[in-house]
């Protein structure tokens, strides 16, 4: 069984704050990972991909991945109002099939 | 580019229908990736299709099928409807190689009474 965990929510930060958001994952093998946003009643969006180990900057937002640890995180860096959403970790173990996370909400307070 | 399409968007049927849901994947993209969304599980993988083959499958029952054609479109069907088969149903689409990200579409919601 594949497992995908992020960190339990709702998460709120303050408006300008940094939002720090985490998953781990069992399957050892697993090649990608992405960070997708859903809001509410909407489809998930693409934010991040990252396939090695380090950090990947895209704007105000980071991802950093850790094989070793089997650790994904993304950080948003002063977090807007807009950025209230659910993000959801998902990995994809080589077979073209993504493993998600139950997700974590974010409120960002203005 | 246009994104990924689903027809219809929100559906209501009742128990022991059937029904089909379609996918237009973005232009190029020769994969096509199903899940199911529910408030309790989460998003779950159904199946992907890759040039008009079944390549990966998930863990649900044989009443959720699917296909692909070969202008990569793909219809996912579901036959005897149980209540709890209510839910977002997403495909997603890619290039099926080596760029592994997906894209979703905006979904099919669909209520079974």
């Known amino acids: 069984q594949k497992e995908v965990e992020q960190n339990s929510g709702p998460l709120s930060v303050p408006e300008g704050a940094i939002a720090s958001l985490n998953c781990t994952y069992s399957?050892?093998?697993?090649?990608?990972f992405f960070w997708y946003r859903q809001y509410s009643g909407k489809s998930p969006e693409l934010i991040m991909s990252?396939?090695?180990?380090g950090d990947k900057e895209d704007g105000r937002f980071t991802a950093q991945l850790n094989k070793a640890s089997q650790y994904v995180s993304l950080l948003i860096r002063d977090s807007q109002p807009s950025d209230s959403a659910t993000y959801l970790c998902?990995?994809?173990?080589?077979?073209?099939?993504?493993?998600f996370g139950t997700g974590t909400r974010l409120t960002v307070i203005p | 580019k246009a994104g990924v399409t689903q027809t219809p968007r929100y559906l209501i049927k009742t128990r022991g229908q059937q029904v089909t849901l379609s996918c237009s994947p973005i232009?190029?993209?020769?994969?096509v990736s199903w899940y199911q969304q529910t408030p309790g599980q989460g998003l779950q993988f159904l199946f992907e299709?890759?040039?008009?083959?079944?390549?990966n499958k998930g863990n649900f029952p044989g009443r959720f099928s699917g296909r692909q054609f070969s202008n990569s479109r793909s219809e996912m069907n579901v036959s005897t409807l149980e209540l709890g088969d209510s839910a977002l149903y997403l495909c997603?689409?890619?290039?099926?190689?080596?760029?592994?990200?997906?894209?979703f579409g905006p979904g099919t919601r669909l209520l079974v009474l």
């Open positions: 998902a990995v994809n173990p080589g077979a073209n099939n993504l493993f």
């Open positions: 997603a689409s890619s290039n099926g190689g080596a760029d592994q990200t997906q894209y």
């Open positions: 990252i396939y090695s180990n």
């Open positions: 232009s190029g993209h020769r994969s």
């Open positions: 299709y890759f040039s008009e083959t079944q390549r």
């Open positions: 399957d050892r093998v697993s090649q990608s």
